[in-house]
């Protein structure tokens, strides 16, 4: 049962209520009955668009008259009333944004809010429709311009054009995706003309929107062009990305809080404790669980750490590096230390008797997973491995962070557009960060970061696409089939959670809610992130599934 707090996702969306998903989230206001409006205002903007080869587009941004794009109405009437000249001479001409070397007619898209080839542009009706430019031998024209409250154009030979950015958004959201169903359909030659444009539009835009489509751009020209990325999620780099990732905007640190408060709870009363992370990285996420067992009426138990990583590239021993100096910071606050790491190219590879488990009654041991089971997905039977050797471990907890997204399907057209809906709300909230905005470098990075992970998922198929997000929905019929019951975080975590985020940014844009016992943190109404903790069936069996463990690996 779906608690009140977790409903709360939905209230946004019915104020929504008639508006267009995918260009909402890209932050464009546009009813789905005005589709087909918008898409006869975008025919008119290209036919005068083709219009500006001899000077390209840079003059536009001059004698422009820009109007509220929220009113689609009066715009359409306004742009209408224009009766320009010339429009036959100049339809002669072809517009240089779509000038290539493919020669493929860009009017197969499917739609009509697309360029029309000029030998395919009749008179009559047809051409009635069409927006007509302006010059200075039209006196008439020039009057009508005046009348309306526009600049008038009778001392400029060049066309007047309403450049309106929140068009312009619809027409890159509507090349996009006309771009990914042509690679689903395996038309590479249609594929090819799109993709060169969507740069040419993404230029017009500002902010996040223009940041999102590049990246997208780029994962689906590497698909197109079978240039996959070499070694794009190599794990040193992706580390440091992730540290500015971790700077920039409240995700990790979230992650972090609610799996450590989870861990802690599940720490009460035990004199020995083990936490096993399955990945390690910089080891950010264990001072603050350090320094709050310190804290702990009666003294703190006895913490003993293993951590997981890939190996590095230049042989380095990175995991030691990092318990060296989590050693100096427990020796500093008083709590007894002790550290292992282990380096494996997949938590696959790894058997529960390798990390040493000591029995129950010696030590609680804990089991936490931030953004990592996901990668397990790439191969099969991996995550029914792991999921096997952690109920040998005989954890009393089970942490699992994962992203909100549905990035696994089968269907590459749905990846693309679910990716498209979450990547856009976080490139948002980086650009929002309320009262504490990320420094240009972290900014910066953190951007690089998301980016290589839109690529993974657009660009990549196979073993190679390791960024398979799934819901948390999801997670759980996984989880439960493995044997697993969930743990309420509780409210306590809630709040604390909330005050994490009001200090950090304000309260403004993020939202934390509660669903079913696990905790979610979204920009707005849409959840990116989501923590949930675990632990053994009471029904469980140890010695049998020590034996199935045994028998999977053989």
């Known amino acids: 049962m779906v608690s009140a707090k977790g409903k709360m996702w939905d209230d946004g969306q019915q104020q929504d209520a008639g508006m267009d998903e995918l260009l909402a989230v890209l932050g464009y206001n546009v009813r789905s009955s005005d589709m087909v409006d918008v898409a006869q205002k975008l025919e008119q903007l ?6 500006a080869q001899e000077d390209g587009i840079s003059h536009l941004s001059s004698g422009t008259v820009h109007y509220n794009p929220s009113d689609l109405s009066g715009w359409s009437s306004t742009i209408t009333t224009l009766d320009f000249s010339g429009s036959r001479q100049q339809s002669e001409h072809q517009s240089r944004i779509y000038n290539d070397n493919s020669d493929y007619d860009l009017s197969a898209i499917p739609g009509v809010a697309v360029y029309r080839r000029p030998d395919q542009q009749g008179d009559g009706e047809k051409s009635s429709k069409r927006m007509k430019t302006a010059s200075s031998s039209s006196s008439s024209s020039t009057q009508q311009v005046q009348e309306n409250g526009l600049a008038s154009v009778a001392e400029s030979t060049r066309p007047v054009v309403v450049v309106d950015s929140q068009e312009t958004g619809v027409r890159l959201v509507h090349t996009l995706m006309a771009c990914a169903d042509a690679v689903q359909q395996d038309n590479m030659k249609l594929a090819d003309a799109l993709v060169k444009h969507i740069g040419l539009l993404a230029a017009s835009q500002a902010g996040a929107m223009r940041k999102v489509a590049t990246y997208f751009a780029e994962a689906l020209a590497r698909r197109i062009y079978r ?3 070499q070694d794009s999620l190599e794990s040193s780099y992706s580390d440091i990305l992730q540290m500015h990732f971790y700077e920039a905007c409240p995700y990790l640190k979230f992650a972090h809080f609610t799996a450590n408060q989870a861990i802690l709870e599940a720490f009460a009363g035990a004199n020995r404790v083990h936490v096993i992370d399955f990945g ?10 350090m320094q709050a067992l310190a804290l702990r009426p009666g003294g703190p138990p006895a913490f003993r750490l293993t951590g997981i990583g890939p190996p590095q590239p230049d ?7 990092v318990g060296w100096k989590l050693a100096q910071l427990a020796e500093t606050i008083g709590v007894e230390f002790e ?6 190219n997949s938590l696959a590879d790894l058997e ?6 000591r029995p129950p009654e010696v030590e609680a041991v804990a089991v936490n997973s931030v953004l990592e089971l996901h990668r397990l997905l790439a191969r099969p039977g991996a995550i029914e491995k792991v999921l096997s050797s952690i109920k040998a471990m005989k954890p009393k907890i089970v942490t699992v962070v994962e992203q909100e997204a549905s990035h696994n399907g089968p269907v590459f057209l749905d990846r693309f557009t679910e990716a498209l809906h979450y990547y856009s709300n976080l490139f948002d909230s980086l650009e929002g960060c309320g009262v504490s905005p990320p420094s240009s470098q972290d900014l910066m990075m953190s951007e690089i970061y998301l980016g290589r992970q839109i690529c993974n998922v657009v660009a990549c ?6 960024e398979r997000h799934e819901t948390l929905s999801q ?18 975590a809630f709040k604390q959670a909330s005050m994490l985020l009001a200090l950090f940014a304000g309260g403004d844009g993020y939202r934390v809610e509660e669903n079913n016992g696990c905790l979610m943190l979204g920009w707005h109404t849409r959840p990116l992130i989501a923590t949930s903790a675990w632990q053994l069936n009471s029904n469980f069996n140890p010695t049998s599934t020590s034996a199935s463990t045994s028998a999977h690996s053989q």
Do not use: C
């Open 46 to 51: 290209e036919m005068v668009m083709g219009n």
């Open 227 to 229: 240039i996959y990325p």
């Open 280 to 289: 390690l990285k910089q080891g950010m996420q264990w001072p603050a669980l």
């Open 315 to 321: 042989n380095t021993d990175a995991l030691q590096q």
């Open 339 to 344: 550290f292992r790491g282990f380096v494996a």
């Open 352 to 357: 529960p008797s390798m990390l040493q488990i």
């Open 461 to 466: 198929e196979g073993a190679e696409r390791v």
């Open 475 to 492: 997670w759980r019929s996984r989880m439960g089939s493995a044997g697993f019951d969930p743990v309420h975080l509780g409210s306590n």
